[in-house]
Nanobody, 119 residues
Framework: QVQLVESGGGLVQPGGSLRLSCTAS????????MGWYRQVPGEERELVAE???????YYVDSVKGRFTISRDNAKNTVYLQMNSLKPEDTDVYYC?????????????WGKGTLVTVSS
């Protein structure tokens, strides 16, 4: 059984910062890619940032230069440092992790954490 636990969401003023964390636990033989998505109700889930096991990163254009994704492989944790937040960053953020189980790999999703950027 694998679980993803997210934390770090909340209310912040425009220009402020938040740091999201997502930790995987359970019977894990390894972790491949880790990423963060966001979704407004009624719209498709959007990839915000992802990081490979080797540390290569991808960012959607709208967050480049403001968000930083990182991971701690020893802790099975992925982080999203969000700076210079804008009202349009308001969303539910979900972590996604590709996990190696005993004989196969599988994608897992966190339950989501709400980020609200408002004055």
């Amino acid at each position: 059984q694998v679980q993803l636990v997210e934390s770090g969401g909340g209310l912040v003023q425009p220009g402020g910062s938040l740091r999201l964390s997502c930790t995987a636990s359970g019977t894990i033989f390894g972790i491949n890619g880790m990423g963060w998505y966001r979704q407004v109700p009624g719209e498709e889930r959007e990839l915000v940032a992802e990081i490979t096991r080797g540390g290569s990163t991808y960012y959607v254009d709208s967050v480049k230069g403001r968000f930083t994704i990182s991971r701690d492989n020893a802790k099975n944790t992925v982080y999203l440092q969000m700076n210079s937040l804008k009202p349009e960053d308001t969303d539910v953020y979900y972590c996604n992790v590709n996990i190696k189980l005993r004989t196969y790999e599988m994608d897992y999703w966190g339950k989501g954490t709400l980020v609200t950027v408002s004055s």
